[in-house]
């Protein structure tokens, strides 16, 4: 066997899942090297600049910061050594079509005071539905989100306890049994969506979603989710990794069942021991095993499986401002299930919208020039096995629609103030980052494809081939793709002589 020193990982894409997983291994006396496509770290988390507004791209709710703590620890280092976590209160301010406005917050009494008064009856509710999830977030999270399910016995194990909290029931249906009024069910279901999944066919388990916000909080780093990117690389590199910009891979080399290799699209080879890879898991079978026959069925697989909805995205800047917008906000159309049938199961492209509005200048004005504002905003759409549209068409037309939307609901004067605007479409995503189908989150969460039922962290056949990120166990969501990788670290370590504990 090769000395621990000796043995070589490629890490292939820097998202969340990939920097958490090459930090671990390099931690840990593995040599890391993470192979980036684009010209920046980050992944889904990558980073525009344009005219003194700094947009991130991806993620912008961090949540959850004890997993990336963690990471930090593994050297004796604290996060807030390379960036600085601001709070974020509140959460979300929710906005509904018919004028409702509710701010989502863990200001235990701002909370019970607004839902004592739209529905003084929901108040025992929603505290019984807290002690829910809390319990689910004990035994769904504490338990199992670094935990891998590699054969079926260990799903069998907890299956007692997701019978008995319900896992079968969608998280819209669970809510639905502690609160009442149509508005909150609404503000306490719609995080599945977060993670790419319809409230009413998500499994309850991410109901948990709720107490960890509510036990952690939320939070966004000074400079943008790009900064808490670079910190992360720069810990990386400090320990002696090593990243690659603009490297593509074109192959995953293979000999008798084992993984050998790299090879990247401009030629240059990598001998490895171990490959981790944090790029979409149909792209990773399909596209870079390619001669790999053991390959196929899993690509075949893959392919007959659910995939989560993609996103039409809109980066822009204001010179003028818009106090009355929280950080992050959740513009509710007047539709909910029936604009989320449209999107996952009809696969049409509806004239009303629900939005996700951020607006990270509000926490950070640094992010746009003095006096200016810098916001994103989101639109849930199918992905493109259900809407064969073409996005190089509709999308100006369909922004424009968001736009006109928005300045008349929310954001008064917003086209006359419009300093610069980019759009990002289920296109971009397949493009851009290999998505299948567009898909934004991989593969969706539903019960029957979580735990043993998703891809597995490590692979069933090839011999040091492993995966992290949203399409493996536990999911998508920046704690989910970080917990990932703490599973699959801890697989690389028992099959490659080191001891788990080392991690």
């Known amino acids: 066997m090769p000395t621990t020193n000796s043995q070589k990982v490629a890490v292939i894409g820097s998202g969340f899942g990939g920097l958490a997983a090459a930090i671990r291994l390099q931690a840990a006396g593995f040599q890391v090297e993470i192979f980036e496509m684009r010209d920046l770290p980050g992944g889904r988390a990558y980073v525009y600049k344009e005219k003194g507004f700094t947009f991130d791209a991806g993620p912008t709710v961090i949540t959850a910061p004890e997993c990336l703590e963690e990471l930090f620890a593994l050297k004796g280092k604290k996060m807030s050594d390379y960036v600085e976590m601001m709070p974020v209160s509140p959460f979300y301010r929710l906005f509904w079509d018919d004028g409702y406005v509710f701010d989502y917050s863990n200001d235990e009494k701002l909370l019970t005071d607004q839902i004592r008064q739209k529905s003084p009856e929901d108040l025992s509710g929603y505290r019984r539905f807290l002690a829910y999830s809390k319990e689910v977030f004990n035994e769904g999270y504490t338990k199992l989100a670094a935990t891998p399910f590699l054969h079926l016995w260990s799903m069998v194990k907890v299956a007692p306890q997701l019978v008995r909290l319900g896992a079968h029931r969608s998280v819209y249906a669970t809510v639905s049994k ?14 599945s969506l977060l993670v790419g999944g319809n409230p009413f066919k998500t499994s309850s388990i991410y109901t948990l979603i709720h107490f960890l916000e509510r036990n952690w909080g939320v939070f966004f780093p000074r400079g943008g989710t790009g900064a808490l990117v670079q910190a992360l690389v720069r810990y990386f590199e400090e320990m002696g990794g090593k990243i690659h910009y603009q490297a593509e891979i074109d192959q ?13 699209k401009a030629g240059h080879t990598f001998d490895c021991d171990v490959v981790v890879s944090n790029g979409d898991v149909l792209h990773t079978y399909k596209d870079l095993l390619k001669d790999t026959s053991k390959a196929r069925a899993r690509e075949k697989s893959l392919e007959n499986k659910s995939y989560s909805m993609s996103l039409f995205l809109i980066y822009f800047g204001t010179k003028k401002k818009y106090p009355n917008m929280a950080h992050h906000n959740v513009l509710f159309g007047p539709r909910y299930q029936g604009l989320l049938e449209d999107i996952f199961t009809n696969g049409v492209l509806p004239k009303d919208f629900s939005l996700y509005l ?40 369909y922004a424009e629609s968001i736009m006109n939307y928005m300045e008349e609901k929310y954001l008064p004067g917003l086209k006359e103030n419009l300093v610069v605007q980019k759009i990002f479409t289920p296109f971009d995503f397949r493009d851009q980052l290999n998505a299948h189908l567009g898909s934004a ?22 011999k040091g081939l492993y995966f992290t990120g949203a399409g493996t166990h536990p999911g998508a969501g920046v704690p989910g793709v970080v917990n990932s990788a703490k599973a699959t670290a801890g697989l690389v370590m028992k099959n490659h002589t080191l001891s788990e504990d080392r991690i």
Not at 254 to 263: A, Q
């Open 358 to 397: 951020h607006v990270p200048s509000l926490t950070d004005p640094s992010l746009a020039p003095e006096g200016h504002e810098c916001f994103y905003v989101l639109s849930p759409v199918a992905h493109l096995g259900k809407l064969d549209v073409d996005w190089n068409d509709i999308g100006p037309k």
């Open 441 to 462: 989150f991989s593969l969706e969460p539903r019960l029957t494809q979580s735990a043993y039922f998703r891809l597995h962290n490590q692979d069933d056949d090839i």
């Open 252 to 264: 995953i080399l293979t000999s008798d069942g084992r993984v050998t290799g790299v090879r990247t």
């Open 178 to 191: 502690f609160i009442k009024d149509e508005h909150l069910r609404q503000a306490f279901s719609f995080h």
